[in-house]
């Protein structure tokens, strides 16, 4: 079709077509009565990818998954629960009504009375009575714990039931019952409560294969934080093997799962409903949750486990020697090729290790052909032995490699330890002269026992100050041997000069114990 420029254009002629037919539409419908209903927009829906949910794993577990709660009549400042008893220095009856730990009492009880549960059930001590106690029990703290057992065996950590007089553990569906203590071991920080109910059994869950846990595996953590119970969080295995100092035998799992306080002795489930690891710790400069949770290992816990289930306790090999880790330089004062294996500060008088023919300056290689990797290793070796086992040491010694026969002894429990350690050494008379080894950048002096010579000044620029030696302390070897006069420190130089080593292994004493330091020679 053809049209003129003198002709309507036909977008304008169906705009004002429409128009005319839209302002009919409007006049009609406002003569009409008010009965149709306006049509809305539809729901929102969106078609999305399938992920995986955790609600059939945490559906089966949760049965299996207590909140735990302690009494005691010991009435602490504080506690690692993160409850504390003193009030701001007030009385618990000079609380306003209104303030949070007066409505927690309300709850749990107050101090100096019967707690009481969320039901109003009252929080009993154990019917078979349990130790002697004294006053009021108070309750003191609460956690989290797992059956591991149709027959009531329950694992949680040590920290929530150590001091504790009476146990209450509270099932997910708010079931309270009564536990006793099996057993505790504060070196692994786990213990096992036991729920005498004969004609019930209750659902439990086990232990993960080590080799089934990888780093970026899946997990899910139920526990009780801040007493809410029945908490479920969860996130990945971050790492493994991880050391935050708090023993001998840390090899903690990290997982970012938000776990908090009331957490602890909770277990971490994997997809297919074994548990991985038992929280026992996090990171938190803040006081909260920052994505940094340790848990104890499955490995670890079911010997642990078994053994506190039969005995109440766990009996530990011991080596009976102090040790510290190699460090390259040490290796190389040492004319070690690796920087591998334990150092032995000093094997302790009478242990199993000094009657071997352990001696002072030995690197621990080996046990039993299994290559020694630091002192940790070494440490968690020797307690998988049963006191009374044989065992083969392989050491490093003088430049050569030797072995030694030990008869494992009973590691002592931390009592008994902390009794028989800094036992002073016999005084002797000593000179006092002063003599320096400046190209130590030291200044020493006899030491007034007459064992070792006592560091007077260090040179701030030097490799001493770099490695962290204080004046005060005392150098009581070079190289393994004695020495008591800064003469023989230079002849125990010279010689390994001769040697072609590079650095010497000075043994130092101080107030918080003994360790090595190698330094440089090369020089001077």
């Known amino acids: 079709m053809f049209y003129n420029k003198n002709d309507r254009s036909p977008l304008k002629s169906i705009l004002k077509n429409s128009t005319a037919a839209g302002l009919a539409a409007l006049m009609l419908t406002a003569t009409l009565p008010a009965m149709i209903t306006p049509a809305y927009a539809q729901a929102v829906t969106v078609v999305a990818p399938q992920v995986p949910s955790f609600a059939d794993v945490v559906e089966a577990v949760s049965p299996a998954v207590v909140s735990v709660r302690v009494q005691s009549d010991v009435q602490p400042a504080s506690d690692e629960s993160g409850f504390n008893f003193g009030f701001g220095g007030r009385d618990f009856d000079e609380l306003p009504d209104d303030h949070p730990l007066k409505r927690f009492f309300k709850e749990f009880g107050a101090p100096g009375q019967e707690g009481r549960g969320p039901e109003g059930h009252a929080m009993r001590p154990p019917r078979d009575g349990g130790p002697e106690r004294h006053g009021k029990l108070r309750p003191t703290s609460q956690g989290s714990g797992f059956f591991i057992s149709k027959d009531g065996y329950i694992v949680t950590n040590n920290h929530v039931v150590s001091d504790g007089s009476a146990f209450t553990v509270v099932m997910n569906d708010g079931t309270e019952l009564d536990a006793k203590l099996i057993g505790k071991d504060s070196r692994t920080d ?15 869950v086990e232990f993960a294969e080590e080799a089934d846990v990888r780093v970026g595996d899946w997990v899910v ?10 908490t479920v969080t969860a996130g990945i295995v971050s790492a493994r093997g991880r050391d935050i100092g708090s023993g001998p035998y840390d090899d903690y799992i990290q997982i970012d799962a938000a776990v908090n306080r009331g957490n602890s002795g909770g277990p971490d489930f994997n997809l297919s409903g074994k548990v991985v690891g038992i929280n026992t710790a996090i990171f938190s400069p803040s006081g909260g949750n920052v994505g940094i949770a340790f848990a104890i290992p499955a490995s670890v816990a079911k010997d642990v486990i078994s053994e506190l289930m039969k005995s109440g306790s766990v009996n530990r090999g011991w080596l009976g020697v102090q040790i510290q880790p190699v460090t390259k330089d040490i290796a190389d004062s040492l ?5 591998s294996g334990a150092l032995v500060v000093a094997p302790q008088a009478g242990s199993p290790g000094e009657k071997a023919g352990i001696k002072q300056g030995d690197v621990v290689t080996a046990v039993n052909g299994e290559t020694v990797k630091d002192p940790r290793d070494l440490a968690k070796r020797i307690a998988a032995y049963a006191p009374g086992t044989k065992v083969d040491v392989s050491l490093w010694r003088a430049g050569k490699a030797t072995s030694v026969k030990v008869d494992l002894g009973q590691l002592p429990n931390e009592q008994e330890m902390a009794n028989s350690s800094g036992q002073a050494p ?26 070792g010579l006592t560091i007077v000044e260090v040179d701030p620029d030097s490799d001493a100050a770099d490695k962290g030696l204080k004046a005060g302390e005392k150098i009581t070897s070079v190289n393994n041997q004695d020495v008591a006069t800064a003469s023989e420190i230079t002849k125990v130089i010279d010689q390994a000069k001769k040697d072609g080593r590079t650095k010497a292994l000075f043994q130092i004493e101080s107030d918080s114990g003994s360790r090595f330091v190698a330094l440089p020679i090369s020089q001077g």
Do not use: C, H, I, W
């Open 221 to 230: 953590a139920v526990g009780n934080p801040f007493g809410l119970g029945g």
């Open 190 to 204: 786990l213990a096992v409560l036991k729920v005498d109910e004969p004609k019930r059994a209750f659902t439990y």
């Open 335 to 339: 004319g070690l090729a690796e920087a």
């Open 426 to 451: 016999t005084e002797e008379e000593g000179t006092a002269t002063e003599q320096a080894l400046a190209n130590l950048g030291m200044s020493v002096t006899p030491a007034e026992d007459g064992k």
